[in-house]
């Protein structure tokens, strides 16, 4: 802390700053802490008379701080012989509560600057908050320190032939890493400013042998959700052998608290570059409240939108709802309040007229606004082509005086925000859209599967429209076999949406039917190459059977799957490739076999999670096999967050898709039948039913069983051509009779059946007597099954 103050207090162009508080019993002001020193080596002393003439003693007891220029009694040595050098002299505390003195000393014979007095000012108001009224604090109080820590002053020292850098937490915090993140390289700071100011930044950093002297500059960088924040950067340049700069020193604050240039050009120029950078109608309101709130010493900000006669408020510092009138509070049902217009008659007028409203000290105003400014409230319509976007209401609990200057600089700043506030508008609508056709093209839920459970993860991209050609789909084939797919179709737009959507939901419908892995992933590429689109898409499919756990792997142009193995390694599938889908009508995509023991967690990951302009590919897949390999495969969903980790701004969309692979409980028992086209077919077909049940030790079912058997081959061998199989499978309580043969048409059940009829009755008595009867499609045909169900227990 003492490093940090030390160099924080050389940039405020002081070399000493010393506390001094009434000693109590004694007409005295006593040292209470101190940092830095004087030129000639000397400490500041530990008494001054509260009766004599040094500037610590005057400031106490005029309530006024002194700017003192060099060659006057300062008192900080002896008392009585004149300093070269100027000094400073602040009381603490309110006036009226006198609670002590900060005495600080120049580093230069110029004294200091405007914009480091304000610095000292709003530091001494920060120290004055840590001392106690009526208190006798001891000595040493730790009281500098904490109150810079509670500027969010950070400070470094870097050395540029190495690009290492020595930085305290607080300027970590204020770009945005934490300390357990940050390797001492200035590449990793560096890496959360925006582009734009990156050459500004590079030329202070790593400075040229000529460079000297105090370098300023402010900056903006991306906090950990994707805000901006604006930072001042102050550093002076080392030079060591041969006039060579050996380290920069420096120091990092928040913006409010070394203000930029205090003019209004500077204001507006900075207020035009944070709303160009804001997106969204939230940036835009934080934008309002760094811009108005405190360099206007405002106590209320409020930012509303105007739609359908209603003022949306978007933002309302401070947040609390006890900060603001009653009317409002009774209208806060969501994260912000509403209102109509009409209830408002002085801001409807102020909307209606578009120009600002003035309202000094005890105004007459409507309940609604009367407690937002009691000592004076500003109501500033925001035009925007023609039309007002919202208001912005700025409030003051004191007596406030609106100066002509800051009457301009409202006026410019409501244009300025009207504009921002109506795009920011129009990119949140267009948001919304892009994420209710993402979420419309995206599965909703995915099935309960047996033997296993699957969990997905999709994030759009946080630059551009936040649509992407990511998918995937959990496709629940039959009842012990399952099929994975994720894909990516190639850019950010709606035709990659749209694009992604047909390709999904072709997958599909081609593994319903039954197709191996490898044609439905080549009827899926003929399908986009049939589209004669300019994209192209990549995709991964895995079929897998969830009673043994062999799995079946396609990999069309995809990144390969990776497997966490039961005791915690992990590894990268390799399974043969073929071409992103779209590109050749005549690409063949070959099938991998993998077996999967239970307890194996399968990942499949699109581009956007292990690739990015920082990241390269081969780094990104290890990173990742490491965080599959350290999260807890029992919480399949906290498994995914940490493998998306903190994604930060992302340059593309992620899909991630898991499936923990359990092995079925109960396995079920299986028998088989080809049916040959024989005149006696039905019978053999019955016989090898009958056998089954018998060794099954399930002859309770056998009646019904054997209905169904007889009305389903007969129905397949009278209407079909080509084989016909016959498969029966006992899992826990039920009996599933399945009849396979080569026609995809579904048996059509008669609508009418009377006393002439001389078919039809067969599948409506199957129907009655199953607790299920569905027909799906297999590869080269259908399969009829019925489910019946074995009273009592199954041995």
């Known amino acids: 802390?003492?490093?940090?103050?030390?160099?924080?207090?050389?940039?405020?162009?002081?070399?000493?700053?010393?506390?001094?508080?009434?000693?109590?019993?004694?007409?005295?002001?006593?040292?209470?802490?101190?940092?830095?020193?004087?030129?000639?080596?000397?400490?500041?002393?530990?008494?001054?008379?509260?009766?004599?003439?040094?500037?610590?003693?005057?400031?106490?007891?005029?309530?006024?701080?002194?700017?003192?220029?060099?060659?006057?009694?300062?008192?900080?040595?002896?008392?009585?012989?004149?300093?070269?050098?100027?000094?400073?002299?602040?009381?603490?505390?309110?006036?009226?509560?006198?609670?002590?003195?900060?005495?600080?000393?120049?580093?230069?014979?110029?004294?200091?600057?405007?914009?480091?007095?304000?610095?000292?000012?709003?530091?001494?108001?920060?120290?004055?908050?840590?001392?106690?009224?009526?208190?006798?604090?001891?000595?040493?109080?730790?009281?500098?320190?904490?109150?810079?820590?509670?500027?969010?002053?950070?400070?470094?020292?870097?050395?540029?032939?190495?690009?290492?850098?020595?930085?305290?937490?607080?300027?970590?915090?204020?770009?945005?890493?934490?300390?357990?993140?940050?390797?001492?390289?200035?590449?990793?700071?560096?890496?959360?400013?925006?582009?734009?100011?990156?050459?500004?930044?590079?030329?202070?950093?790593?400075?040229?042998?000529?460079?000297?002297?105090?370098?300023?500059?402010?900056?903006?960088?991306?906090?950990?959700?994707?805000?901006?924040?604006?930072?001042?950067?102050?550093?002076?340049?080392?030079?060591?052998?041969?006039?060579?700069?050996?380290?920069?020193?420096?120091?990092?604050?928040?913006?409010?608290?070394?203000?930029?240039?205090?003019?209004?050009?500077?204001?507006?120029?900075?207020?035009?570059?944070?709303?160009?950078?804001?997106?969204?109608?939230?940036?835009?309101g934080r934008v309002v409240v760094a811009a108005l709130r405190e360099p206007l010493a405002a106590d209320r900000v409020a930012l509303a939108a105007l739609q359908d006669d209603r003022l949306m408020v978007t933002v309302l510092d401070p947040p609390q709802p006890t900060a603001w009138p009653p009317t409002w509070r009774s209208e806060w049902r969501t994260e912000w309040p509403d209102a109509p217009l009409r209830a408002l008659p002085t801001l409807q007028a102020a909307m209606r007229d578009g120009r600002m409203d003035l309202w000094p000290a005890g105004a007459l105003l409507e309940p609604g606004l009367a407690g937002i400014g009691p000592g004076g409230l500003a109501v500033l319509p925001l035009p925007a082509k023609g039309q007002v976007a919202g208001v912005c209401l700025v409030g003051w609990d004191r007596p406030h005086e609106f100066a002509p200057e800051e009457r301009s600089l409202l006026t410019a700043t409501a244009a300025l925000v009207g504009q921002a506030l109506k795009r920011a508008h129009a990119h949140d609508a267009e948001q919304e859209l892009a994420t209710m056709l993402q979420r419309s093209l995206l599965p909703r839920r995915l099935p309960e599967l047996p033997g296993g459970t699957a969990v997905a993860r999709y994030l759009p991209a946080r630059r551009g429209l936040q649509v992407g050609g990511d998918w995937y789909d959990v496709i629940a084939l039959s009842e012990d076999r399952v099929a994975l797919v994720i894909g990516d179709v190639q850019g950010h737009s709606a035709g990659a949406a749209t694009i992604m959507g047909q390709m999904r939901t072709a997958v599909r419908a081609y593994a319903m039917e039954g197709h191996p892995p490898d044609v439905v992933v080549s009827h899926a590429n003929r399908l986009l190459v049939g589209m004669e689109t300019d994209l192209f898409a990549t995709c991964c499919y895995a079929e897998l059977d969830m009673e043994e756990g062999n799995t079946l792997f396609v990999r069309a142009g995809h990144l390969a799957p990776m497997l966490r193995l039961p005791d915690g390694a992990t590894e990268e599938v390799e399974v043969a490739g073929g071409p992103p889908l779209g590109i050749l009508a005549e690409a063949e995509f070959p099938m991998t076999a993998v077996e999967l023991a239970p307890a194996t967690v399968l990942a499949l990951v699109t581009d956007g999670l292990v690739e990015a302009a920082d990241l390269p590919l081969d780094e990104g897949m290890r990173r990742t096999r490491v965080a599959l390999a350290a999260a807890d495969p029992a919480d399949l969903g906290k498994m995914a967050d940490e493998l998306l980790g903190d994604a930060g701004r992302r340059e593309d969309d992620v899909a991630l898709l898991l499936l923990r692979y359990d092995g079925m409980k109960t396995r079920p028992i299986r028998a088989g039948w080809m049916v040959w086209r024989l005149p006696d077919a039905v019978m053999h077909a019955r016989r090898f039913t009958a056998r089954t049940l018998r060794r099954w030790n399930v002859p309770e079912t056998a009646d019904a069983v054997l209905l169904v058997v007889s009305e389903l081959v007969t129905n397949a061998l009278v209407h079909t051509q080509g084989p016909v199989r016959l498969d029966l499978i006992l899992r826990g309580d039920r009996v599933r009779v399945c009849v396979s043969d080569s026609s995809p048409r579904a048996p059509a059940k008669p609508v009418i059946v009377d006393w002439e009829a001389t078919g039809g009755r067969g599948l409506l008595l199957v129907e009655a007597m199953s607790e299920s009867f569905v027909t799906v499609p297999v590869a080269g045909g259908k399969q009829v099954c019925s489910e019946i169900a074995v009273p009592g227990e199954v041995p």
């Open 1 to 284: 802390m003492r490093t940090c103050l030390d160099r924080a207090l050389t940039f405020a162009g002081a070399t000493l700053a010393a506390v001094y508080a009434p000693s109590a019993g004694t007409e005295d002001l006593r040292l209470v802490d101190a940092s830095g020193g004087t030129p000639s080596g000397a400490g500041p002393p530990e008494r001054l008379p509260l009766s004599g003439d040094s500037p610590a003693a005057r400031a106490f007891r005029t309530d006024h701080p002194l700017w003192l220029p060099p060659g006057t009694t300062s008192g900080t040595t002896s008392g009585t012989t004149p300093d070269a050098t100027p000094l400073g002299a602040l009381p603490l505390g309110p006036p009226g509560g006198r609670l002590g003195c900060l005495l600080v000393l120049s580093a230069t014979a110029d004294g200091f600057e405007n914009e480091q007095r304000r610095f000292l000012e709003r530091y001494a108001d920060a120290v004055a908050g840590l001392l106690q009224p009526g208190a006798d604090p001891p000595k040493p109080t730790p009281l500098l320190g904490p109150a810079l820590r509670s500027l969010r002053v950070g400070s470094f020292v870097l050395v540029p032939d190495t690009g290492l850098i020595d930085a305290d937490d607080t300027l970590l915090e204020l770009v945005g890493i934490t300390p357990d993140d940050f390797d001492g390289k200035v590449d990793t700071l560096l890496a959360h400013a925006l582009p734009e100011d990156m050459h500004a930044l590079m030329s202070v950093l790593e400075p040229s042998d000529e460079a000297s002297g105090r370098r300023d500059l402010e900056f903006r960088v991306r906090g950990p959700a994707g805000e901006m924040r604006w930072l001042s950067l102050s550093c002076r340049v080392a030079a060591g052998a041969a006039d060579r700069p050996e380290q920069v020193v420096g120091v990092v604050t928040a913006t409010p608290v070394l203000r930029r240039g205090g003019d209004d050009v500077s204001r507006i120029q900075w207020l035009t570059a944070a709303l160009d950078d804001a997106a969204t109608v939230r940036d835009v």
